[in-house]
């Protein structure tokens, strides 16, 4: 196909334009094709072209500016540098200057990134600059290198300033440089909402080296770190109006000659929930956070620590300021953990008081956190963001130590909070940590926290020791058919069966024989309608033919099969009853199902007739023995009914006195020959009477003895 001009395109649109009429506004979405940053020649038209025929980043934003109405641009994996060099209001040189409702998306803040590169003195200007009420929307992008320029309002926001409304997710905006005040964003006026957003590596003279404004301020669930407020706020300065900040970490930022080396407060009411303040640091005032607002403000659920200022190295409250501080941590900052009044909330650790009064109740002071140092870990949602958290120790005072009332349903990371437990490991349902990171709950002790957990265990297991915590344990999380449940608690192993759903969580019956997804073993059943002869399902939702098939089942004799579909018939039918009745002829006894079960015929190679070969690929893991089902729930490679330790790996079957229990099963190791040994799954497994246990670390489990049992049926 021929490809068609910039001007061929110009001169049909003018055709259509005297035919048609004027193309009406509205909602459009725009692919840029070139990552130059070549002007659109005619935005008027909107048709997003260059000279050249195609579209840019700084074409699409033109075509959208004129554009009335709501307008997307996407933009795929690559760099977008800035280069044409200007200062007017069009977006047509300089900065991006945003005049409508505009999204711009990428593929992610890593794979997709706007560039405005800087040398010496000589700048492209900030990225974006959002104007007169209008609204930006950033998705999946990086936003890195804007330079404001260096007088009045071009001094503030370094990569984005906004008069309007900005709304951020899934962002990075780092080395940006304000002469002004912030250095990443700036919001004049209007409204700001970042959420997943990392601002890194900023710098504002004027303070607020992330972000400074006022208006309306929300972070959430994002990252802001070493960025240098130099006036004041080396991450976050507000001005006023109200801030919110929540599910955040403020790490490692400063303020070289002003107050709030993490978060500066000057006007506006704060509100902070679940923020890890650390590593900040001010040359004067509130190493971690600086109140100097008149109107008031609270905190819940912070970890202030190993901040530095003159003054108040953790927090600083001025005078004139009310700031409520409840759940938290203040403790181990250089220049006194507080200066100030925490207001009445209660339920603070702070280690040092001096110079700091704190009411309520519920208060831990003169003690240490036990907190670990500073960790990168990922958040709840596993979707590859992470933040930076300060762990409680084993022993620390903080653990269950919050108000259950004021308890936030979540932490920084996202985890569920409230629930602990003691240190007798009894389970506190309305018990919280004090901190922005709660403590996860691993009952089962396989180092898998239960809310992460593919086989969790009740939380009464907490208490229950090393029986119940051994039942669920599944450190590897081996999920071998791939659905919500692990191996240890599927009772449908092998079928890969759904969890609830979060959205109906009663309805939820795909093949509808009303047994819901998670305990359906036979997903997909398809029953006709209530008749005398339907087979209906069992607790697990399957027929009597799906749990006893008439072949490829795991049978070996027709004798096994019978015995299985008396026992499922037992499971739906009544003794007694018609249905029981027709059943037993229709399944049992018809003459269709006369071979049903029946050994495979016997052939070289495989001598115990299961169809599976000893030299085969893969080969029978059980020569000697019937195991259509190649069962091996070890997994070394020895089959369930051959293993002699079937509850742990053990390759080689090692059985250095050859009583029939493998050696890592075995609790004595050295009984004679000859003497009957126990198999009762006990302390005492392979042990003979009278003989002393010589092998302590043969730990028969709880969940060796179920598999143990599952071959004696």
């Not at 959208?64 to 280069?83: K, Q, S, V, Y």
């Not at 049978?555 to 009544?574: E, G, L, M």
Request: contains cysteine.
């Amino acid at each position: 196909m021929a490809r068609i001009g910039r001007w061929q395109r110009a001169a049909v649109a003018a055709v259509l334009v005297a035919v048609l009429g004027p193309r009406p506004g509205g909602a459009a979405t725009y692919v840029v094709d070139s990552s130059t940053d070549e002007a659109d020649v005619a935005p008027a038209d909107l048709v997003c072209a260059t000279q050249f025929g195609t579209c840019t980043l700084r074409a699409a934003v033109q075509t959208a500016n004129a554009n009335p109405g709501p307008d997307t641009i996407e933009l795929d994996f690559r760099t977008f540098t800035l280069t044409k060099l200007g200062a007017e209001d069009a977006a047509v040189t300089g900065d991006l200057d945003v005049l409508e409702a505009v999204a711009v998306e990428g593929r992610g803040p890593t794979a997709t990134v706007i560039d405005a590169p800087t040398a010496n003195e000589t700048s492209i200007g900030r990225i974006f600059d959002v104007r007169g009420g209008a609204v930006l929307t950033l998705k999946g992008l990086g936003v890195r290198n804007g330079r404001a320029g260096k007088d009045g309002a071009l001094a503030d926001g370094g990569c984005i300033r906004v008069d309007g409304g900005l709304v951020a997710s899934d962002v990075v905006v780092e080395g940006c440089d304000a002469p002004g005040r912030g250095g990443g964003v700036f919001l004049a006026a209007g409204t700001l909402d970042l959420t997943a957003a990392a601002l890194r590596k900023n710098v504002a003279a004027g303070g607020g080296g992330g972000l400074a404004g006022s208006g309306t301020l929300a972070v959430a669930d994002s990252v802001l770190a070493e960025n240098d407020g130099a006036d004041g706020g080396g991450a976050i300065r507000c001005l006023g109006g109200t801030l919110r900040v929540e599910r955040t970490a403020v790490v490692n930022n400063k303020a070289t000659r002003g107050n709030g080396g993490g978060i500066g407060v000057t006007g506006g009411a704060a509100t902070v929930v679940n923020v890890t303040l650390s590593g900040n640091t001010a040359s004067s005032r509130g190493g971690g956070l600086f109140l100097g607002s008149p109107e008031a403000g609270s905190a819940n659920h912070l970890t202030v620590t190993r901040n530095t200022a003159a003054e108040g190295g953790g927090l600083f409250v001025s005078s004139t300021s009310t700031f409520t501080v409840g759940n938290s941590i203040v403790a181990g900052n250089t220049g006194g953990d507080c200066r100030g009044a925490l207001g009445e909330a209660g339920f603070v650790l702070l280690e040092t008081a001096a110079n700091c009064t704190v009411g309520g109740s519920g208060n831990v002071t003169g003690r240490s956190p036990g907190l670990a140092d500073l960790a990168e870990v990922p958040v709840a949602a596993r979707n590859g963001r992470t933040s930076f958290v300060h762990a409680l120790g084993e022993d620390s005072p903080a653990r269950n130590a919050g108000r259950p009332a004021a308890c936030d349903p979540v932490d920084q990371l996202g985890e569920p909070r409230p629930g602990g437990v003691d240190a007798k490991g009894n389970f506190l349902p309305d018990a919280c940590d004090l901190g922005a990171v709660e403590t996860l709950l691993d009952c089962d002790r396989d180092t898998v926290a239960d809310a992460h957990d593919n086989c969790p265990p009740p939380s009464s297991c907490c208490a229950k020791g090393a029986a119940c915590a051994d039942r669920f344990a599944n450190r590897d999380q081996a999920n071998a058919d791939g659905d919500d449940f692990g191996d240890e608690c599927d009772q449908c192993a092998g079928v890969a069966n759904a969890a609830l759903s979060a959205t109906d969580p009663k309805g939820n019956d795909e093949d509808g024989d009303f047994v819901l997804n998670p305990d359906d073993c036979c997903p997909g059943t398809e029953l006709p309608a209530v008749t005398s002869d339907r087979l209906p399902v069992d607790a697990r939702g399957c027929t009597v033919t799906q749990t006893c098939p008439c072949q490829g089942g795991p049978f070996c004799s027709r004798k096994a099969w019978r015995k299985c579909v008396k026992r499922s018939i037992d499971a739906v039918a009544p003794v007694g009853s018609a249905l029981r009745d027709t059943l037993l002829e229709t399944v049992l006894n018809a003459a269709a199902n006369a071979s049903c079960g029946q050994r495979k015929r016997r052939r070289r190679g495989d001598r115990d007739g299961d169809g599976w070969f000893t030299n085969g690929t893969p080969p029978d893991n059980c020569p000697t023995m019937c195991n259509p089902t190649q069962k091996d729930t070890d997994g070394d490679g020895i089959g369930q009914l051959c293993d002699n330790c079937p509850g742990a790996a053990n390759p080689n079957q090692g059985d250095d006195d050859h009583d029939g229990i493998g050696n890592l099963c075995d609790h004595c190791l050295h009984t004679p020959r000859g003497k009957s040994v126990s198999f009762g799954g006990g302390k005492r497994h392979g042990c003979s009477e009278g003989d002393s246990e010589d092998n302590p670390a043969a730990k028969f489990s709880v969940k060796q003895r179920r598999k143990m049992r599952e071959l004696e049926r």
